[in-house]
C-alpha cells in the first residue's frame, strides 16, 4: 500500500485507507491514528481512527484498550446517524467483547450488525460473526455465517472480504476435520489476496495452509510453511502465537514433547505479556496441557488446563468447556 499521511485536513477517503491499513500494517496503522486524533478531526475522520486503532490494539495487543477505542467509533458513529458505520464498528466491537471474555455482549453487537446491514456490508458482518462463533466451537452457525458470506461478497466482486471470508470458512473446515476442503479454501483466499495491497492477512493463509498440511499428516509440508510463514511475519513486526502453536503440534507428533513444551509455554509468556486475545490464550493453554501430559509432568499439565477450562468457563462455550474438561480429567 502506498505511503500517505493521514491527519488534520485528510479526505474521507484517506480515512477509509486507515482502516485498511489497521489490517495490513497495523503498527503503521496506529500509529497514523494517532496522529489523526492528536490533531482536530471532523467525527467522520475520528470515527475511523478511533476504529482503526481498535482494531490494532484488539489484534496485536491491548484488547481492553481496543475496546475502548470501539466504543469511542460507535459513539462518533451514533452521533452522525450513520447506519453503516455503526453496523461496521459495532461488528467490530462484538469480535473485542468476545475476546476479552464478555460473550454475550459481543454476540449482541454483532446480531444488532446484522439487522441494520445489507448488502455487501451484511456480508463483510457475517463473515466477521463466522469468525466469532468458529472462535467459540459453534461451528454449524459458523459455518452458516460463512457460506452466505462468501455466497454475497464473491458475485458482488468485493475481492478482499471474499477472501477473508473464504480463509475463514477453511479454519471452519479444519475444525470439522476436513483438511483438504480448508486447503482449497487457504489456497484461493491466498490467491484473491494477491489482487490487494494487504501485506499481513495473506501471510495468515499460509500458515493455515501448513496447519491444514499437519492435520493431513505431512508434518514436513507443515513445516515448510510454518518457515515461509515466520519469514513473511517478521518485517511486520506482529505477535505470532499461532505459529508458535503449529511448530508446537508439529514437534509433539514427532514425539518431541519436551521442545514442544518450551515453544508453547513462550507464546503463552508472550500472549499474557501484550494482554492478547482470550481465546487464543484459552487455545494456547490447552496446548500446553496436552504438551506437558505427552512430556510426563502431569502437575504442569493439571495447572494449564485449570487455567484454560476458567477461560473456557467464562466464554460460555460447550465445546471449549469439554475439551478443557477433558485435558483436565487426562492430567
Known sequence: MAERAVGVGSDLAGADDLRQLALSRPRDALARARVVLSGRPDPRQALIAHQAAGIVLRDTGDVEAGVRELRAALRLARRLAAVDREADVLASLGTALVQSGRTAAGLAAYDRAVQMAEGVLLGRVLHRRGVVFRLLGSYPAALEDLRRAVALLEPAGDVLWAARALNSRGLVYLSL????????????????????????????????????????????????????????????????????????????????????????????????????????????????????????????????????????????????????????VQA
Not at 250 to 277: C, F, K, M, Q, S
Open 177 to 328: 476435520g476436513s483438511p483438504r476442503r480448508a486447503d482449497s479454501d487457504f489456497a484461493a483466499a491466498e490467491l484473491l489476496f494477491t489482487r490487494t495491497s494487504q501485506e499481513l492477512e495473506p501471510v495468515h493463509t499460509v500458515l493455515n495452509r501448513g496447519v491444514a498440511a499437519f492435520q493431513a499428516g505431512d508434518l514436513p509440508a507443515a513445516l515448510a510453511f510454518a518457515d515461509t510463514a515466520a519469514a513473511r511475519y517478521r518485517p511486520l513486526n506482529v505477535p505470532t502465537p499461532a505459529l508458535s502453536q503449529l511448530r508446537c503440534d508439529v514437534l509433539r507428533t514427532a514425539g518431541l514433547a519436551g521442545d514442544a513444551l518450551r515453544e508453547v509455554n513462550a507464546a503463552v509468556t508472550e500472549i499474557e505479556r501484550i494482554n492478547g486475545r482470550r481465546t487464543l490464550r484459552m487455545e494456547l493453554l490447552l496446548t500446553a496441557a496436552q504438551c506437558a501430559l505427552a512430556a510426563g509432568q502431569p502437575t504442569e499439565a493439571v495447572e494449564r488446563a485449570r487455567a484454560a477450562a476458567r477461560f473456557a468457563s467464562a466464554q460460555r462455550s460447550a465445546w471449549w468447556q469439554a475439551q478443557t474438561g477433558l485435558a483436565l
